[in-house]
């Protein structure tokens, strides 16, 4: 058999636990022990294995021992086998130690004295102590020359043979533990206007952003989208210098994530742009579409440059950096 003191229990709700059989008036409320007999009912639990008591220890806390009813027998701590009981119990405003039939101590039950009562075996002798704190103890009781215990069964009881309401509260048998958990169930209520979710976040790092390389700079997270923004991008070659900015960009930004994130790559549309870098000539006409001429009856032309070209020594190059820089109505992001 498992020695007493590894029943360690502190009577979570909402039920008890595996250590004990089914319970008579006797439930668990915030964290304890609650036994309410009635006079049609006794209130009891009882352990379903059986405990070696020899070289061993059991306690319990009393919470409340009730108020005082003729007749009624309350047992924080009882171990019963065929052959032999062991008991503390409270009857009135007393306290009571019993080794079967023998009463081993008596005195005026205390909260604070009688907190903690123990039962315990050492060396043959048994021991009857109580405690404020279930740290120092003091013995109220010993007998010695018990010979060999038997296994008992764990009995915490509030009997009432008269037929009374009586109740007794006990708690961490075998614990120190204050702790227990509640449940509860409802709907939870704002009064008012409850903003938008945000979560704003700032990091720092060393570089530029690019379209595809490492994200720096402040970041803001938001569970919208981007808000209104202007957008100006500066392009860099492959040395770092400057060549100029790119005109008329349409961006497919959805998120900010998107323009801070390390790694990220966004479309650009380019509103005008070609792909050379010849200079194109138009021929200048009149509003009859006929070409307009010189004193030397030459064609007239215009030279115009795509503002955004693509291709190598262009602005738009797989090589370049695109440095993003982004304005809002409200505050710059970068």
């Known amino acids: 058999m498992a020695l007493l003191h590894t029943l360690v229990d502190t009577f979570q709700p909402p039920s008890l636990s595996a250590y004990w059989g089914a319970p008579t008036g006797s439930v668990v409320v915030d964290g304890q ?190 569970f919208a989208g981007i808000e209104s923004k202007s957008l100006l991008y500066k392009a860099y070659d492959p040395s770092g210098v400057f060549m100029g900015l790119l005109n008329d960009v349409i961006p497919n930004f959805q998120l900010p994530e998107e323009i801070n994130t390390a790694g990220s790559a966004v479309q650009l549309e380019l509103a005008r742009n070609s792909d050379t870098l010849i200079v194109s000539t138009e021929t200048l006409q009149d509003h009859l579409s006929a070409s307009i001429l010189d004193s030397n009856s030459q064609t007239i032309s215009t030279l115009s440059t795509s503002p955004n070209q693509i291709g190598d020594g262009s602005l738009v190059d797989y090589n370049n950096r695109i440095d993003a820089y982004v304005f809002t109505a409200t505050r710059t992001l970068f």
Request: glycine content about 10%; hydrophobic content about 35%; charged content about 10%.
């Open 33 to 222: 022990l609650n036994l309410n007999a009635t006079p049609a009912q006794d209130a009891f639990i009882g352990s379903v294995a059986q405990w070696t008591l020899t070289s061993s220890s059991g306690f319990v806390k009393i919470i409340d021992p009730g108020a005082y009813t003729a007749g009624a027998f309350k047992s924080p701590l009882f171990l019963s086998s065929v052959s032999t009981d062991i008991s503390w119990q409270l009857a009135g405003a007393f306290i009571y130690a019993y080794f079967d039939t023998t009463q081993l101590y008596s005195g005026t039950y205390s909260s604070t004295t009688h907190k903690y009562v123990r039962i315990r075996e050492s060396g043959g002798t048994l021991y009857f102590d109580s405690s404020t704190d279930a740290v120092t103890w003091t013995v109220r009781a010993s007998v010695g020359g018990i010979g060999v215990l038997p296994d008992f069964t764990v009995l915490i009881q509030n009997l009432n043979p008269t037929g009374i309401n009586s109740s007794l509260i006990v708690d961490n048998f075998n614990s120190t533990s204050t702790t227990y958990t509640r449940s509860t169930s409802g709907t939870i209520l704002y009064s008012g206007t409850v903003p938008r979710p945000q979560v704003i976040h700032f990091a720092t790092a060393g570089g530029s952003i690019n379209f595809s390389g490492n994200a720096i700079g402040r970041k803001q997270i938001d």
